[in-house]
């Protein structure tokens, strides 16, 4: 069954850690317990340090915040859930502190491995990194802001600094999207 992976990537197998470690986006594996077993080196990067498998819990990051800016404990995390609950986290975006104090916004993938007798064995998450999204998002609402604003005013220098400024905002983020 899939607890099949767990056992293969943390014992090592060279074709499971060659199949991983080539993958540009994090992915690791912790155990029935959350004991991280196996991280790719896109976690590395990701995270902004080098995980300890068996001795960092749940998640490969440093620290975590919620969508909306609050600290999320590592064993409230979504993979914390799918271990505890055996079952697929999806729909969730997080932000990862990384100890530089850049801080990334991602989209965890937490899946529950089971073993042969149906026992949830672990679980491997994949994290995508959506930052450049969000900022894509950010950016168009500011340039409705600014549009919105200039359709009210009569002023036709203001209204002409706002639709400029709109305008820049919406080539930044198109410029930003050309990139991913």
């Given at each position: 069954?899939?607890?099949?992976?767990?056992?293969?990537?943390?014992?090592?197998?060279?074709?499971?850690?060659?199949?991983?470690?080539?993958?540009?986006?994090?992915?690791?594996?912790?155990?029935?317990?959350?004991?991280?077993?196996?991280?790719?080196?896109?976690?590395?990067?990701?995270?902004?340090?080098?995980?300890?498998?068996?001795?960092?819990?749940?998640?490969?990051?440093?620290?975590?915040?919620?969508?909306?800016?609050?600290?999320?404990?590592?064993?409230?995390?979504?993979?914390?859930?799918?271990?505890?609950?055996?079952?697929?986290?999806?729909?969730?975006?997080?932000?990862?502190?990384r100890p530089d104090?850049?801080?990334?916004?991602?989209?965890?993938?937490?899946?529950?491995?089971?073993?042969?007798?149906?026992?949830?064995?672990?679980?491997?998450?994949?994290?995508?990194?959506?930052?450049?999204?969000?900022?894509?998002?950010?950016?168009?609402?500011?340039?409705e802001r600014c549009?919105?604003?200039?359709?009210?005013?009569?002023?036709?220098?203001?209204?002409?600094?706002?639709t400029r400024m709109?305008?820049?905002?919406?080539?930044?983020?198109?410029?930003?999207?050309?990139?991913?």
């Amino acid at each position: 069954m899939l607890g099949f992976a767990v056992e293969a990537i943390s014992r090592s197998e060279p074709a499971w850690r060659e199949a991983l470690d080539a993958l540009p986006v994090p992915v690791y594996t912790a155990d029935a317990d959350g004991r991280v077993s196996y991280f790719n080196r896109a976690c590395i990067a990701f995270a902004g340090r080098t995980p300890v498998a068996g001795e960092d819990m749940w998640c490969v990051t440093w620290k975590l915040y919620t969508e909306d800016g609050q600290f999320l404990p590592h064993d409230e995390c979504p993979m914390a859930i799918a271990i505890r609950e055996g079952r697929i986290v999806r729909g969730v975006e997080a932000v990862a502190e990384r100890p530089d104090g850049h801080r990334v916004r991602f989209l965890p993938f937490p899946t529950p491995l089971f073993d042969e007798t149906g026992k949830v064995a672990g679980a491997v998450n994949m994290l995508i990194d959506v930052t450049d999204r969000a900022q894509v998002r950010s950016l168009l609402a500011q340039a409705e802001r600014c549009r919105r604003l200039a359709r009210g005013i009569d002023d036709n220098a203001t209204k002409s600094t706002l639709t400029r400024m709109a305008d820049d905002y919406e080539e930044r983020a198109r410029s930003l999207s050309a990139l991913n």
